[in-house]
């Protein structure tokens, strides 16, 4: 039998395990966190202060005009719900695939995930004219005539497959969670803490009973979230794909836009894992370079997906024959915002190249500044795909141009305010490795191991 | 204290000094705190009264306030809630007039509409002011009664108080009876006003002046040299066959537009008989844009084009030279090559004249310039040559009244400074703001001892006068005028003054009746119109002229022609060499704000000037050539020095400009004309105090700052697309449907929608639309569309339902322009419909594509997905109007709220009064039932709008044209309601091939 090298290092008996995880939570953080937890915040209150102004005031605040109806908003929705695509990959996909080196980044992953999606779901109410009805949007028995709401438009779909998507992610997440709360409710030391880990550990008792439904619960919850990785981006993409917008009007939008999802989400996994690693050490050994290679390689790859994406929609604009297809796309890459175009392709294809190189690969800082690169690049996208294509449609008398004001950069500044703060907190108040998964898979017990 | 001391006692037990009060007056409290078994048991009883006053209180929110609603007890008669009522009434913008009549509801007017019953006016058409002045009627700023200005040392204001008229005409009586008293005003082409001017001067022994800052007095002099009688003639456009314009707007500004539109568009069918128009131009002007062919000229050149077209003319023998023309025509001919016209196209246009001889028509004219009166007497000689006077120049049914002319108001500085005028009033006028040289009018103004001015705020000149004595709004005040010569109008006033203020006119009867003078009988001005008009006349003309609006001649007439006296050609001089410049100014008047009186009017400060799409300021037009030459970009601010006159404007780059000559719209730069208008803008009047207007030498200067122009338009080319579709005349005739790429059967995978009743369908005739956009105010109007501002319209995010796009083609410095109206196509496979989640745009079943403006939550996506772009989105709270410019609202259209979206409805709201009104009468809806409000207010008739389910109709016929085209619909399969004739120029082919998508050169 060939030798793996193993999935944790460092030797960890169980009870090493359970100490390391549980223990985060378990004691004081430091002023580091504690620093971190209020700049986020800051930006988190900023961000709703920003909010507050756009909803009150008009959404003439922002940049978005006439013929750019669409603007930041929507840019950064597509661009949080990206995001959240590598959590349920890594937790569903990979584990139907029984790849066991998931199990210690899964939870992390998991939690981006959810917090992603809410991030991204108050982009789309607070992009409405009229935000504070927001719930015309769902079909529910109403006095309003009733009025119904219309089936065709992909802005329906959205709303169907994002809320289906937050609940299932987030019912995932918490349901993977539970046999590591009851292991915090154990451990806890007074008495609230032992009510609220109690509490959200559901009465788990860790019999054999319990371990049989957790798993047929959790396989069926894989099951049911697998199709959901590839359907959500779809949907979002058929937001463009359905208008008849050249730029927009493309068939190839559905497998692009996942693959650009999972690349963009991958590469905030990434990002995120090395200030784990950062400044947790001990959570090294748990996540170990060779997690952070395995997913550099697939940012590799989807980013080479979404290259080819890139290149085929040329390919089809000039195989269309239809001179406004052509334009449209000549205009993104050599048109007013050609800028946005390059940074795009320096980003996504050309920058994770890089990674063909073992050494680069398996380097934190350098793989670190990459996927920092990769965020901002699959952001751009989106401004490509949105902007470049509103801003010169089909007559050209309504040409116009886009230009972000203070509160599109308030809002996409202080999306990132939401986002981290919830991460923080999830990191000091939640097992942010998923114990259960870890232990099966530690070399403990085996021959190998002595 | 012993009992007998004690004085007062509280009751007869304290008298009585029993033990209990005793013990009582030892304790603090004389009542007990309740016990706690005391509070125990009265828990039920707490309750009891807690749910009594819960259920008090909240019966006491149920009900309420009463709002009592008090119906007419005493409905006045005509006007039934609910339902419009309409006046014909007049309009004098200052320099065109109009017949119009004027929608209300339930008593205040709302809407301007044209009167059809004037054919020989503009008819049912309308010019952007006309539909726009409405709203100068509801201006916040307007004065409320009449003020005196308190003046300091320097006789400038210092405070206004508010008089009473009483006090006014006291005062202003026993001053003008001292004599020496002058009225300075505008041409009032009004019948009734002269006679009550003539009163008046006979009355107080004044004088009257009259002056206007865009005077015609050059034609009226050329006129005079020529014929011998002094007359601003009319043109008949629709009699021409072949129409030679020379630096003329006549669809733009000159003379009177609208009426020329008109005419104009009804030589434009594309027959045999369709007329040609040849424009030379020194800016791009809506008359150039419209040009089957468009030269670029100087303007210092006027005469030597004359007269290249003159030598022409003489070589093919069209007429014999008088001697004197022999003799000029040498001096000229040298400079013919300068004019940069191969000479073949001279040849050629003196083919055409004399092979339309009496069909032809010769133009010049614009503001005024030096040489301008030489180069009329000109025109005047061809036109007489060419017989084409009397027939195409139209000197019988001429604009009577003489022009305002600037030696009048030189007169007038003069016995001011002379003091031979004491007593000045000014009326229709604003000379502190117009008048090139402000500093001399000024000096002079001060040495007056009474100034009385008409105006309706303390404007740059009401800073200056004793007293401002605000004159009605003309929706206020009654009027006769004879635009036309031997076409009278009424003005009826459509709602009583809005405030304390008095008709001009009025103010003349009342002080002439206080000065004890007998000469006028009426009490008021409607009582003096109402006897000039019914003296000699039948019982019921007055009720007949009021109902019509109109009286007098309704066609148009040839006369014979006058005899040009050939001595007027001696006035013409010898060509000069013109001293050498780089650049010369021309000022031109723009469409929306002509002489600058209507500048605090929104609509007009937002409406997009037609050629250049630029709203909100005037700015420097520089050729392509020069921008690059001086390095000069849009919007960048230039230094313009006219002599010792300087002032800073920015550079808009016109496509189609001369190359030495930089033009500069008047009527903007206003100081003190409100909120809306101060300050948008350079006032350019200062820069032609040489007395000339499109001959200034100027030099140019850097400033290195930037003003960006809000140009509601956001690209000039079409970039080869098949957007407006053109042909020419002659392929035309060969196959009607040529210049139309040839169309694609677009499958579809579904049954279509079913229109059983109505299916409500427009045709816009790309070739008779000018471009000069009255659609788009007519329609703001009617649909209480609001502007957004300058910085909004940067933003692009301005209102219109309507739009006139502009596109250029060719050489951008000689192209040729052509206009679309836009509106919302009403798809029958509307891409809005399918994208908004909410079902806020839905198709109705008579086709057209409705908002729901309360279903709206603003997701905006309809608008990404309109391939037309037609949508317009509330960004702001726009609902808020400064009273009383709310009384303008149409109450049949919602007013829309922050966040929704909004588009061109069809006029969704006259197709339902139309249904109801034939549903009253008991009778099938009729084909021209329901007309848009662009539709009404179009002068060239350009859009037909209609049921498209009723074969015999207008629209239908018009939409199955073969030159009938759906815009993009070969691409989108969107099958719009809205389809386009092609655009036909009567030139010669230019053999492009037809395809797909040709490409066409495609210049920004």
């Not at chain 2, 009723?950 to 009938?964: P, R, W």
């Amino acid at each position: 039998m060939i030798n793996r090298s193993p999935l944790v290092l460092g030797k960890k008996s169980l009870k090493q395990v359970t100490d390391d995880i549980a223990g985060l939570v378990e004691t004081r953080p430091g002023l580091k966190y504690f620093g971190a937890l209020i700049s986020a915040n800051t930006l988190f209150i900023f961000y709703t202060a920003v909010l507050t102004a756009i909803v009150m005031v008009g959404m003439g605040l922002m940049g978005v005009n006439h013929p750019v109806a669409w603007g930041t908003d929507i840019i950064t929705f597509v661009f949080w719900i990206g995001i959240g695509h590598a959590g349920t990959l890594i937790s569903a996909i990979l584990f139907l695939f029984r790849q066991k080196w998931r199990t210690s980044i899964a939870r992390t992953a998991e939690a981006m995930t959810v917090f992603a999606v809410l991030t991204a779901g108050l982009f789309p109410v607070i992009h409405l004219g009229r935000p504070w009805l927001f719930m015309w949007f769902f079909p529910y028995p109403n006095q309003r005539g009733p009025l119904w709401i219309n089936f065709r438009s992909p802005l329906t779909w959205d709303v169907f497959a994002i809320s289906t998507y937050a609940l299932v992610s987030m019912a995932f997440w918490y349901i993977g969670m539970l046999p590591d709360l009851a292991v915090l409710r154990d451990r806890a030391k007074n008495k609230l803490r032992r009510f609220i880990y109690g509490s959200l550990s559901l009465g788990w008792r860790g019999t054999g009973r319990n371990w049989s439904h957790y798993e047929m619960t959790y396989l069926i919850l894989a099951a049911l979230s697998t199709p959901l990785v590839l359907s959500v981006h779809s949907i979002v993409s058929f937001d463009f794909a359905v208008a008849g917008l050249p730029g927009w009007h493309t068939t190839i939008f559905p497998p692009y836009f996942v693959a650009g999802a999972i690349f963009s989400g991958f590469g905030m996994v990434v990002t995120l894992m090395c200030l784990v690693r950062a400044f947790v050490p001990k959570f090294k050994d748990y996540i170990t370079l060779n997690h952070m290679e395995n997913m550099n390689k697939i940012i590799m790859a989807t980013g080479m997906m979404v290259g080819y994406a890139y290149a085929c929609e040329f390919f089809m604009a000039w195989y269309s024959g239809s001179s406004y297809e052509q334009y449209a796309f000549l205009n993104r890459a050599f048109g007013p915002y050609w800028w946005s175009y390059w940074i795009m392709i320096t980003c996504n294809v050309l920058i994770p190249q890089l990674f063909w190189l073992k050494k680069i690969r398996r380097h934190i800082k350098a793989m670190f500044i990459i996927s920092i690169f990769v965020n901002i690049g699959m952001w751009f996208e989106r401004y490509v795909i949105i902007v470049t294509s509103l801003h010169r449609d089909f007559l050209p008398a309504n040409w116009g141009l886009f230009k972000m004001t203070f509160f599109d950069f308030g809002a996409l500044i202080g999306s990132f305010g939401m986002f981290l703060t919830l991460f923080l907190l999830y990191i000091r108040v939640l097992p942010a490795i998923s114990i259960s998964e870890v232990k099966p898979v530690l070399p403990v017990g085996k021959k190998e191991a002595h | 204290m012993s009992k007998d001391q004690k004085q007062y006692w509280l009751s007869l037990e304290d008298y009585k000094n029993s033990p209990a009060i005793q013990e009582s007056v030892k304790k603090e409290f004389l009542s007990f705190l309740p016990t706690q078994e005391e509070i125990s048991s009265s828990r039920r009883e707490f309750l009891q009264i807690m749910g009594a006053g819960l259920a008090l209180a909240s019966a006491g929110c149920m009900r309420r306030p009463t709002e009592k609603l008090v119906p007419y007890v005493n409905r006045p008669v005509d006007i039934i809630p609910g339902e419009a009522n309409y006046y014909a009434s007049s309009y004098y913008d200052g320099g065109e007039g109009f017949s119009t009549v004027i929608k209300t509801r339930e008593g205040r007017p709302i809407k301007i509409e044209g009167n059809e019953e004037a054919k020989l006016l503009n008819g049912q058409g309308l010019s952007p002011r006309a539909c726009a002045y409405i709203l100068s009627l509801y201006d916040p700023e307007r004065l409320k009664a009449p003020q005196q200005n308190l003046f300091n040392d320097e006789r400038t204001n210092k405070e206004s108080i508010r008089i009473s008229f009483e006090e006014l005409d006291k005062a202003t009586v026993e001053e003008l009876k001292k004599g020496s008293t002058a009225l300075l005003t505008n041409r009032i082409p009004s019948p009734s006003t002269q006679k009550l001017f003539k009163a008046f001067r006979s009355v107080f022994k004044a004088e009257h002046y009259v002056w206007e800052p865009l005077s015609r007095e050059d034609l009226a002099l050329a006129q005079k040299h020529s014929y011998g009688k002094s007359v601003v003639p009319s043109y008949n456009i629709s009699k021409a066959q072949f129409i030679w314009s020379l630096n003329c707007d006549f669809l733009g500004a000159y003379l009177s537009p609208t009426e020329f539109q008109r005419q104009f568009a009804k030589t434009r069918k594309p027959t045999d008989q369709m007329s040609r128009l040849v424009a030379l131009e020194s800016l791009m002007s809506l008359t150039g844009s419209n040009a089957d062919e468009r030269h670029r000229i100087q303007n210092k050149d006027n005469l030597t084009a004359l007269m290249a077209l003159t030598d022409q003319l003489i070589k093919q023998g069209a007429f014999s030279a008088p001697a004197r023309l022999k003799q000029l025509m040498k001096s000229y001919q040298p400079a013919f090559a300068g004019l940069n016209i191969p000479a073949k196209k001279w040849e050629e246009w003196a083919g055409h004249l004399i092979q339309n001889k009496g069909k032809s028509l010769i133009l010049f004219g614009g503001l005024r310039g030096k040489d301008s009166a030489q180069a009329h007497t000109l025109v005047n000689f061809l036109n007489s040559a060419l017989k084409n006077d009397g027939r195409t120049v139209n000197h019988s049914q001429h604009y009577p009244y003489e022009p305002g002319s600037y030696s009048q108001m030189e007169k007038l500085i003069d016995k001011l400074n002379k003091g031979q005028v004491q007593r000045l009033i000014v009326h229709g006028l604003n000379p502190v703001y117009s008048y090139p040289d402000k500093k001399k009018f000024l000096s002079a103004l001060k040495k007056a001892e009474l100034v009385i001015y008409t105006g309706d705020r303390i404007d740059e000149t009401g800073f200056y006068a004793d007293y401002v004595v605000p004159d009605s709004h003309p929706l206020e005040k009654w009027s006769d005028w004879e635009f036309k010569k031997g076409v009278w109008t009424i003005q009826q006033p459509a709602i009583r003054p809005l405030y304390n203020t008095r008709a001009f006119e009025d103010s003349l009867i009342s002080w002439i009746k206080l000065s004890g003078s007998q000469q006028i009988s009426a009490d008021n001005f409607y009582e003096f119109i109402k006897q000039n008009w019914e003296k000699g006349r039948a019982f019921s003309f007055w009720d007949k002229f009021l109902k019509a609006g109109v009286y007098g001649s309704n066609q148009l007439k040839t006369s014979a022609s006058r005899s040009f006296r050939v001595e007027a050609l001696n006035s013409i001089k010898k060509h000069q060499s013109p001293v050498k410049q780089k650049y010369s100014l021309q000022l031109y008047e723009s469409s929306a704000l002509k002489q600058g009186d209507l500048s605090n009017v929104a609509w007009l400060m937002e409406f997009p000037d037609p050629v250049t799409k630029i709203c909100w300021e005037n700015y420097l037009c520089v050729s392509p050539k020069t921008a690059v030459q001086e390095k000069l970009k849009e919007g960048e601010v230039l230094l313009i020095q006219a002599g010792d006159q300087k002032l800073q404007a920015p550079v808009h780059i016109q496509p189609g400009q001369d190359d030495h000559t930089l033009a500069l719209a008047v009527g903007y730069g206003r100081t003190k004309a409100g909120f809306v208008g101060n300050n948008k803008g350079v006032n350019a009047y200062p820069l032609a105090q040489s007395d000339d207007f499109i001959n200034i030498p100027v030099e140019i200067k850097k400033t290195n700052q930037f003003i960006p122009l809000a140009n509601a338009q956001g690209h000039h080319s079409m970039e080869g697309r098949d957007i407006i579709l053109e042909t020419t005349l002659e392929e035309f005739k060969q196959d009607p449907s040529s210049g139309m790429p040839h169309s694609h059967k677009v499958p579809s995978m579904w049954s279509k929608h079913k229109y059983k009743g109505h299916k409500w369908g427009m045709s816009i005739d790309l070739n008779s639309c000018n471009g000069c956009g009255t659609c788009m105010l007519a329609c703001q109007s009617e649909n209480n569309i609001p502007t957004v501002g300058k910085k909004y319209v940067l933003q692009g995010r301005e209102m219109h339902w309507i739009r006139v796009d502009r596109y250029y083609k060719g050489d951008p410095s000689q192209p040729e322009a052509v206009h679309q109206p836009i509106v919302c196509m009403h798809c029958d496979n509307a891409p809005c419909e399918t994208v908004c989640p909410v079902l806020a745009t839905v198709h109705s079943t008579e086709g057209t594509n409705d908002m729901i403006y309360n279903r709206c939550v603003g997701t905006r996506y309809c608008s990404n997905n309109c391939p037309y772009k037609v949508r317009r989105f509330n960004w702001f709270d726009y609902t808020k109007r400064e009273e009383p410019l709310n009384l303008v609202l149409n109450p049949d259209v919602t007013v829309r709220h922050r966040g929704v979206m909004e588009k061109c409805s069809f006029c969704v709201q006259k197709i339902q009064e139309g249904k109801a009104r034939a549903k009253k009468e008991n009778r099938e809806l009729k084909d021209g039932d329901v007309q848009t409000a662009c539709q009404l207010a179009c002068p060239a008739e350009a859009i037909t709008f209609g049921d498209l389910n009723d074969s015999e109709s207008k629209v239908s016929q018009l939409f199955h044209a073969k030159n009938s085209y759906a815009l993009l619909d070969d691409m989108l399969n969107t099958k719009p309601a809205v389809k386009y004739r092609t655009k036909i120029r009567n030139k010669k082919p230019s053999g492009k091939p037809k395809g797909h998508y040709k490409k066409e050169e495609a210049h920004h």
